[in-house]
């Protein structure tokens, strides 16, 4: 857990929530977000910065997650809202679920410098996926959630590279959308998917 703050959760009552999201960036395919509860006997071995802790260690990690929930917002939401407006919706999602689950908490700590529209109080936290336990925890459940169903898309719509890229605009990815054109789940409002559809007068 090197570089982890294991006790921020502490200077809290109650129960704390971690929050994070995955997916922005891509072309293709919704943002994920995951929220995470953990307590001082249940940390997961080699918890880390989900861009720096391999794929199979991330797996094996989500799986031991013992309070977890994971949400998304889709490609039409991600179209209809913005990216923001969406990753933040995703993020209301999973921490609502996890509420249901395991009851309020006393506080939200989230990645980056803005916070979603939550009904219990919340800190946003800068890299807090690379520095706060709890987050690094949603953040690797998110990753894991994505990049699973990216494959499974990739399976569905063959030549875009999906278990590779993740929908992100990779010259694989470009060159095949060029050739095959867009799928419904291509993100129709980001450049340059938007240039293959008519746009919309006024």
Not at 53 to 67: Q, T
Not at 121 to 139: L, Q, S
Request: net charge positive; hydrophobic share 50%; aromatic share 6%.
């Amino acid at each position: 857990m090197s570089g982890l703050q294991w006790g921020i959760e502490a200077d809290f009552s109650g129960l704390v929530f971690g929050v994070d999201e995955v997916g922005r960036g891509p072309l293709a395919g919704p943002v994920v977000a995951a929220a995470a509860c953990l307590f001082s006997d249940s940390v997961p071995a080699g918890l880390g910065d989900s861009k720096k802790v391999p794929e199979k260690r991330r797996e094996a990690i989500a799986a031991g997650l013992r309070h977890v929930a994971v949400a998304e917002a889709s490609v039409a939401e991600i179209d209809e809202l913005n990216i923001l407006r969406a990753s933040h919706l995703a993020m209301a999602r999973a921490v609502a679920a996890l509420a249901a689950e395991l009851g309020a908490p006393s506080m939200v700590l989230v990645d980056g410098n803005l916070l979603p529209g939550l009904a219990f109080p919340a800190r946003a936290i800068v890299k807090g996926d690379a520095t706060v336990a709890c987050i690094a925890a949603a953040a690797i459940a998110a990753k894991v959630a994505r990049d699973r169903q990216m494959r499974a898309l990739d399976r569905a719509f063959p030549g875009y590279g999906w278990a590779s890229n993740k929908g992100y605009g990779s010259a694989a990815h470009l060159e095949a959308l060029q050739r095959l054109g867009p799928t419904p789940h291509h993100r129709r409002s980001f450049a340059p998917v938007k240039n293959y559809f008519p746009k919309i007068p006024g």
